[in-house]
């Protein structure tokens, strides 16, 4: 009876031990990081905040643009320049404000700008105030690294008429460190009461060295190897992921106004 007691104790302990280790095994088994490179996957994310210069008639436009976590633009700046139109030499001298947006179809980066001009111009030693506007629409050219990019308008002299301009075809330089190649790095672990829930945060890590936050939530199914996670970010972007066997299978989603789709 004594040797019985014995062994059914030492039972007990082994059960004790083996039910350790699987709730150790099970509070660990979600606790893991991912990377991803995200242009991997021909995935690419634009900021295009940034200091440009852009055709405009026989010039160029300066300005600072900013963009906001939804991708719209807003933004300004100033440009002196001559056009010789008609027999006639216009000296212009002008400032003007920016609005618009950047999107993607189909993995392809689109802007769409416009662009409010006034100023004065000069012509024939008299001098006019102006007002302009203009449309500029983009697409991201990979082999190049430019936007390509359409500009039209039209401008109105007071007392003098209006003109129109364009379309004009040429190639906006973005900023040297900004070319849409992005990292996403997640940090998830499991609830050890409910295993299969998922919960972590991650960060969206852009060329330019800017970074969203995201906070993350998402269940496990342990028969198919299979994490889906939904990540969000304060300022509202949001992507869908599932992972298996530690590589991303299906991404959607929008970030900086951008839609994902893998």
Same mark, same amino acid.
């Given at each position: 009876?004594?040797?019985?007691?014995?062994?059914?104790?030492?039972?007990?302990?082994?059960?004790?031990?083996?039910?350790?280790?699987?709730?150790?095994?099970?509070?660990?088994?979600?606790?893991? !990081?991912?990377?991803?490179?995200?242009?991997?996957?021909?995935?690419?994310?634009?900021?295009?905040?940034?200091?440009?210069?852009?055709?405009?008639?026989?010039?160029?436009?300066?300005?600072?643009? !900013?963009?906001?976590?939804?991708?719209?633009?807003?933004?300004?700046?100033?440009?002196?320049?001559?056009?010789?139109?008609?027999?006639?030499?216009?000296?212009?001298?002008?400032?003007?404000?920016?609005?618009?947006?950047?999107?993607?179809?189909?993995?392809?980066?689109?802007?769409?700008?416009?662009?409010?001009?006034?100023?004065?111009?000069?012509?024939?030693?008299?001098?006019?105030?102006?007002?302009?506007?203009?449309?500029?629409?983009?697409?991201?050219?990979?082999?190049?690294?430019?936007?390509?990019?359409?500009?039209?308008?039209?401008?109105?002299?007071?007392?003098?008429?209006?003109?129109?301009?364009?379309?004009?075809?040429?190639?906006?330089?973005?900023?040297?460190?900004?070319?849409?190649?992005?990292?996403?790095?997640?940090?998830?672990?499991?609830?050890?009461?409910?295993?299969?829930?998922?919960?972590?945060?991650?960060?969206?890590?852009?060329?330019?060295?800017? !970074?969203?936050?995201?906070?993350?939530?998402?269940?496990?199914?342990?028969?198919?190897?299979?994490?889906?996670?939904?990540?969000?970010?304060?300022?509202?972007?949001?992507?869908?992921?599932?992972?298996?066997?530690?590589?991303?299978?299906?991404?959607?989603?929008?970030?900086?106004?951008?839609?994902?789709?893998?």
């Amino acid at each position: 009876m004594k040797n019985t007691k014995t062994t059914s104790k030492f039972g007990g302990y082994g059960l004790l031990i083996l039910a350790a280790a699987l709730f150790v095994s099970v509070q660990c088994a979600f606790a893991d !990081t991912y990377s991803y490179n995200l242009d991997d996957f021909d995935l690419y994310i634009w900021d295009l905040t940034g200091s440009y210069s852009a055709p405009f008639l026989d010039g160029n436009l300066d300005f600072d643009l !900013t963009q906001d976590e939804k991708g719209k633009f807003a933004g300004g700046g100033s440009a002196t320049f001559s056009y010789y139109y008609e027999g006639y030499d216009f000296d212009f001298d002008m400032d003007f404000t920016i609005t618009g947006t950047i999107t993607q179809k189909n993995n392809l980066a689109l802007i769409n700008m416009s662009f409010k001009f006034k100023g004065t111009v000069e012509v024939e030693g008299e001098t006019y105030n102006f007002t302009g506007t203009e449309k500029l629409k983009g697409t991201y050219d990979i082999g190049s690294g430019d936007f390509i990019c359409t500009i039209s308008g039209k401008v109105s002299i007071k007392g003098a008429g209006s003109a129109k301009f364009g379309p004009e075809t040429f190639e906006l330089t973005i900023p040297a460190d900004m070319d849409g190649s992005t990292t996403l790095d997640i940090d998830i672990g499991s609830d050890p009461a409910k295993p299969t829930k998922l919960v972590g945060t991650g960060v969206i890590t852009l060329s330019d060295g800017g !970074t969203i936050n995201f906070s993350i939530k998402g269940s496990y199914n342990p028969k198919k190897d299979l994490s889906t996670l939904t990540l969000t970010s304060i300022e509202g972007s949001k992507l869908t992921i599932t992972i298996h066997d530690d590589d991303i299978t299906k991404l959607s989603g929008k970030v900086l106004g951008q839609k994902l789709k893998l």
